[in-house]
């Protein structure tokens, strides 16, 4: 069963800057198109940035400006590289993956920004 594992939450200081790591062990990481999610309880999950398998940034307009996606299909690895973090960014932050056979969910990284 293909699996996708983010890390690299943690407790921040607002202003700081975190870098979140979503990978897989599974073939075929290439085809998939990736986004960033988060949810805070009670509220539905929100889109944060996403990269297409082609390389195609989009991001929310909260983050946009702060947040950056990228990928290295060489290493399996996307990356969310999150500046100028405030306490709103608090969350925690699933990787989603997509291809034309299936999508699937990471289990999610807590990401807290507080002083």
């Known amino acids: 069963q293909v699996q996708f594992v983010e890390s690299g939450g943690g407790l921040v200081q607002p202003g700081g800057s975190l870098r979140l790591s979503c990978t897989t062990s599974?073939?075929?990481?290439?085809?998939?198109?990736i986004g960033w999610y988060r949810q805070v309880p009670g509220k539905q999950r929100e889109v944060v940035a996403s990269?297409?398998?082609?390389?195609?940034?989009t991001y929310g307009d909260s983050v946009k400006g702060r947040f950056t996606i990228s990928r290295d299909n060489t290493k399996n690895m996307v990356y969310l590289q999150m500046n100028s973090l405030k306490p709103d960014d608090t969350a925690v932050y699933y990787c989603?993956?997509?291809?034309?056979?299936?999508?699937?969910w990471g289990q999610g990284t807590q990401v807290t920004v507080s002083s």
């Open positions: 990269i297409s398998n082609s390389g195609v940034t």
């Open positions: 989603r993956a997509e291809n034309k056979w299936r999508a699937i």
């Open positions: 599974g073939s075929s990481f290439r085809t998939y198109d």
